[in-house]
């Protein structure tokens, strides 16, 4: 029988699984109770804090039994900051969530049966992301935000990143405190430095300030000093309100303005607005994968959301011709670049919305072997994805950041007369709730 909850009723109860975000789920009074923090088999006495009509949201107010699984984050602001949802747990636990993740996605939201055999594992769970975004809030204080809010949380450090990200953050707040140059203020508009954007490569070390109005120089000079390695400075001037933090033109301050990669044996330059994936190493592992999956010996390719090119130059050499598309221009700038840097001499790019350009090609009777596409976190729309069908090629491989609307596209793909044959899971973001997904997918005979 379904018991009424209220808000501050306090039960016991045990944990039994994750939710898609990772926090621990019980039931109490015949309803599903969402724990953040929580891990399956623990006991906890839980305080209700909301309840709504299709969920309820709980606390944990004591941990009774804990997992064997629990560890001690290393972050003083895990749980407040919204970066890392899985550093209280063994990196085995997580694996172990996040291939589930994926699977139980594919199966309730896809209908699928198809899973992922298997996840594979990161060899770095700490200072493995090659790009970050700090955040600046009146005070100044920097740091990043807490989950689901613009509110910032001041971080020192950050586990995810490497240390020099932290050096460079640092030096900006302390040039703005010595300067008196003020952080903006997202409710009255007022202020200047917003963003401190960061990319890192072997090689190369930019940084590009985001800012409301101009900045003096000094600005450069005191990131330099700090961090000798860096290679380039930027600054974007942006006075728009929203959550897109390089929406403006970015203009180069010092040194140089893009960054140089190597990958799967290639080597890619980046621009700031070019989409390229945090984990080096990943996404090596990632884009080998892409390459047995597509399997594109002779064949032609074409490569949606392309960004620099990464996917579709890495199997180039192999392919009779590669056909990249991308919405952003200064990733097709990339991308041509990187063709002629790497010597390919089979690839063309256009820039445009996904849809318009699968449409286009569809329309100009282009009949790609294989299809790769790795689209933004929302997916694709039923445009694109008739577009692909359309030019029938025997093959896709879609790659994906998010199990729930790559599940969506997989079903409507299957309704459309493609089949998913093969799925792995590849965590490219550990001690977060994310990952990545690769599935190949062939054309029903």
């Known amino acids: 029988m379904m018991k009424e909850l209220a808000k501050n009723d306090i039960y016991e109860a045990r944990i039994t699984g994750f939710t898609s975000q990772g926090a621990g789920v019980c039931r109490i009074g015949g309803r599903a109770v969402f724990v953040p923090g929580a891990l399956p088999g623990e006991q906890w006495r839980v305080r209700i804090v909301k309840v709504a009509r299709s969920a309820v949201w709980g606390r944990g107010e004591e941990l009774l039994l804990p997992s064997p699984s629990r560890t001690e984050p290393l972050c003083p602001a895990f749980g407040k900051c919204g970066g890392c949802a899985a550093m209280h747990m063994t990196y085995d636990q997580e694996l172990q969530f996040k291939l589930e ?22 060899p770095r769970q700490e200072g493995y992301r090659n790009k970050a975004i700090y955040n600046f809030a009146p005070g100044p204080v920097c740091g990043f935000y807490r989950a689901r809010s613009h509110e910032v949380i001041p971080a020192q450090r950050c586990y995810l990143q490497p240390t020099c990200f932290d050096r460079a953050a640092a030096a900006l707040l302390q040039w703005m405190r010595d300067t008196g140059i003020p952080a903006y203020d997202e409710r009255s508009g007022d202020g200047a430095v917003r963003h401190l954007f960061l990319r890192r490569t072997a090689k190369d070390f930019a940084a590009c300030i985001v800012s409301a109005r101009p900045l003096p120089e000094s600005a450069v000079a005191a990131l330099r000093a700090a961090c000798p390695d860096l290679t380039g400075v930027m600054l974007c001037e942006n006075r728009a309100s929203g959550n897109t933090v390089l929406d403006r033109p970015i203009r180069l301050l010092w040194g140089r303005d893009t960054v140089e990669e190597t990958l799967c044996g290639a080597t890619f330059e980046l621009s700031p607005l070019t989409f390229f994936q945090v984990n080096t190493r990943q996404a ?104 692909i069908v359309s030019m029938a090629p025997e093959r896709l491989v879609y790659v994906s950041c998010d199990p729930a609307t790559l599940s969506r596209d997989l079903r409507r793909l299957n309704d459309m007369g493609y089949t998913a044959t093969k799925c792995r899971a590849v965590d490219m973001f550990p001690r977060t709730y994310h990952c990545e997904t690769i599935c190949s997918l062939s054309r029903i005979k």
């Open 284 to 387: 090596e592992t990632l884009y080998t994968l892409a390459g047995e999956y597509a399997e594109p010996a002779g064949k032609t390719v074409l490569d949606l959301y392309c960004g620099a090119g990464t996917i579709g130059l890495s199997i180039a050499r192999d392919a009779a011709r590669l056909i990249g598309s991308d919405i952003v221009p200064a990733a097709i700038e990339n991308a041509q670049k990187n063709a002629a840097k790497n010597g390919v001499k089979n690839a063309e790019y256009f820039c445009g919305d996904a849809k318009d350009i699968a449409q286009k090609l569809a329309a100009d009777g282009l009949r790609p072997d294989v299809i790769i596409t790795d689209p933004p976190r929302k997916g694709m729309d039923e445009q694109v994805l008739s577009a």
């Open 101 to 122: 993740r994926v699977n139980n996605a594919l199966q309730r939201i896809g209908g699928l049966a198809i899973q992922a055999d298997s996840i594979l594992a990161a």
